[in-house]
């Protein structure tokens, strides 16, 4: 059974780092597109991030791009997000997901499987 475990949300202050890790189990996704995506409080979720398997390429919201740092370690099978500057509106539950295939796509449908999220809150 494949699962995807998210960590590393929490509180921090406008301006502040965090990292969230998505440790993949039950197969690996080496060779396949992972991405991230978040869903703030009453509104729907949207994509932030996305990675390929071979190429490594990545992809980001324009509302991220220089701020967040996507990037893979394929030896443990964990995704990562490397969260800089953050600002109160970076607030929300953040969703690892991954793709049974390796093309990127910023839309949900191309996700086969997802995380159970973790909570991001930056106060200001």
């Known amino acids: 059974q494949v699962q995807l475990l998210e960590s590393g949300g929490g509180l921090v202050q406008a301006g502040g780092s965090l990292r969230l890790s998505c440790a993949a189990s039950?197969?690996?996704?080496?060779?396949?597109?992972m991405g991230w995506f978040r869903q703030a409080p009453g509104k729907e979720r949207e994509f932030v991030a996305a990675?390929?398997?071979?190429?490594?390429?990545?992809y980001y919201a324009n509302s991220v791009k220089g701020r967040f740092t996507i990037f893979r370690d394929n030896a443990k099978n964990t995704l990562y997000l490397q969260m800089n500057s953050l600002k109160p509106e970076d607030t929300a539950v953040y969703f690892c997901?991954?793709?049974?295939?390796?093309?990127?796509?910023?839309?949900?449908?191309?996700?086969?499987?997802w995380g159970q999220g973790t909570q991001v809150t930056v106060s200001s």
């Open positions: 997901a991954a793709s049974d295939g390796s093309i990127w796509s910023r839309g949900e449908r191309l996700y086969d499987y």
């Open positions: 990675i390929t398997g071979i190429s490594s390429n990545t």
């Open positions: 039950g197969r690996t996704f080496s060779r396949n597109t």
